[in-house]
């Protein structure tokens, strides 16, 4: 029972980085896109913080694939809570 939560959690993490690089890539293109047709975008500061946000994702959930036990949850649940952090204070806030 252990494994397969430890699984799940470590695949819901992994979804979640996907989804920051994603999320990430969009930001980018959405500064960039308003740039060349002369509209403010996003901003550099939330470009800077969705490239760095999905930076740390994607490296704790390496950690988190190569890790065992304690660590290799922590890792995954790390990425978790930065994912909400970057959809509370960069979307919904």
Do not use: K, N
């Not at 896109?33 to 470009?47: Q, R």
């Not at 994702?57 to 694939?65: I, N, R």
């Not at 890790?67 to 994912?83: D, E, K, N, P």
């Amino acid at each position: 029972m252990t494994a397969l939560r430890d699984r799940a959690t470590l695949g819901l993490s992994g979804v979640l980085a996907g989804g920051l690089v994603a999320l990430a890539i969009t930001v980018c293109l959405a500064q960039w896109l308003a740039g060349a047709l002369g509209y403010p975008g996003p901003g550099s500061a939330a470009v800077a913080g969705h490239v760095l946000a999905a930076l740390v994702a994607v490296t704790l959930q390496v950690a988190a694939e190569r890790l065992q036990g304690r660590m290799a949850t922590l890792a995954a649940w790390s990425v978790v809570v930065l994912t909400a952090a970057v959809l509370w204070f960069g979307w919904l806030a």
